[in-house]
């Protein structure tokens, strides 16, 4: 089986990685290289071995979060979609079983907002995983006089944590804000769709969604 820790020192995979983050930066778009994917994949070992799920499963959605932007590298518009035809060929060069394959493309081809749904527990973990992070170091901006509202939502993030209640019954969004430079209408104003879909993937694992910013309880 094709491992997390193999995937990781692959020289194309990498190179595309690199590639995607370099146009999604020429757009001005936040941090999407591999502080981001190697944080998604942390989250969603969290996420998946807390739920009790297989070590297996969690080795698929690894593997899916560190591939699951790549499709940045064809365009922004429906990278979801690209980036999982692209996965499909590496990983099918790469020998990986047709069966976690499917398990993977179809986590990546769901991740993003808009068209995404949590089908099954690596997919919901993967939206989980990434649409929760958010934190000021994804902020390439270092002129905060022309930041956009995502610069100033995420340069706001002082802390970011999702956390599992000890029933596993929810899973909560703990942000810390710096007012200062983002308010909390704007926080919602960019990602309250990504909110919701956190919501629809939180339940298709059991638990249900929260939302805690500057200890207020919002969702």
Do not use: W
Request: glycine letters at 4%; aromatic letters at 6%.
């Amino acid at each position: 089986m094709l491992t997390f820790e193999e995937l990781k020192k692959n020289e194309a995979i990498n190179t595309y990685i690199i590639s995607a983050d370099k146009s999604l930066a020429a757009l001005g778009f936040t941090e999407h290289s591999f502080a981001h994917v190697t944080r998604v994949a942390d989250t969603c070992k969290y996420i998946l071995s807390t739920m009790g799920k297989s070590e297996h499963e969690i080795e698929l959605a690894q593997i899916a979060s560190y591939l699951h932007d790549i499709g940045n590298l064809v365009n922004r518009i429906e990278h979801s979609q690209s980036g999982a035809v692209m996965a499909f060929r590496i990983l099918d060069k790469l020998n990986m079983p047709p069966c976690d394959i499917a398990t993977v493309v179809t986590a990546i081809g769901n991740h993003d907002e808009g068209t995404g749904v949590p089908v099954d527990d690596v997919a919901a973990a993967l939206i989980l995983a990434d649409k929760s992070d958010v934190r000021r170091s994804r902020v390439r901006n270092s002129d905060k006089t022309t930041f956009d509202i995502h610069d100033r939502v995420n340069y706001s993030v002082e802390s970011s944590k999702l956390e599992i209640n000890k029933e596993k019954t929810e899973i909560k969004l703990i942000l810390k804000i710096d007012t200062q430079y983002g308010s909390i209408m704007e926080y919602f104003e960019i990602f309250m769709e990504r909110m919701l879909l956190c919501r629809k993937a939180a339940e298709k694992l059991g638990l249900n969604f929260k939302l805690s910013i500057n200890n207020q309880q919002l969702l």
